[in-house]
């Protein structure tokens, strides 16, 4: 499994021990890593796109959020994904410190 390993998501201790007891492991991966992690300029780009919409409430909010998710072109996936190999060689190169990306 791969996560980010931000501490919110591995600190609890009930974290730690489903992940030993049911056998699962987990990558060693750089902390809230947008250079590694394409999902990171996703959630962003979502995130700029419902502010600009100012939902009320938090019926408005999800809804905002789905339609707005879906208006994510698939190119930008894509174009996050064919990234992967110069992001690899580009963190490599910084010995694992921030990147343009």
């Avoid at 987990?26 to 250079?35: A, H, I, K």
């Avoid at 408005?60 to 190119?75: A, F, H, N, T, V």
């Avoid at 064919?82 to 963190?91: D, E, G, M």
Wanted: with cysteine; hydrophobic share 35%.
């Amino acid at each position: 499994m791969q996560q980010d390993n931000d501490p919110k998501h591995t600190s609890p201790k009930i974290m730690k021990e489903w992940l030993h007891n049911n056998s699962v492991t987990v990558l060693e991966w750089p902390s809230q890593s947008p250079d590694l992690n394409p999902i990171e300029h996703l959630w962003r780009d979502l995130k700029m796109a419902v502010h600009q919409r100012l939902p009320s409430n938090l019926t408005e909010l999800e809804r905002i959020c789905k339609e707005e998710w879906q208006r994510i072109p698939k190119s930008r996936c894509e174009k996050l994904v064919a990234s992967f190999p110069k992001r690899l060689v580009a963190v490599l190169d910084q010995k694992g410190a921030s990147t343009k990306y």
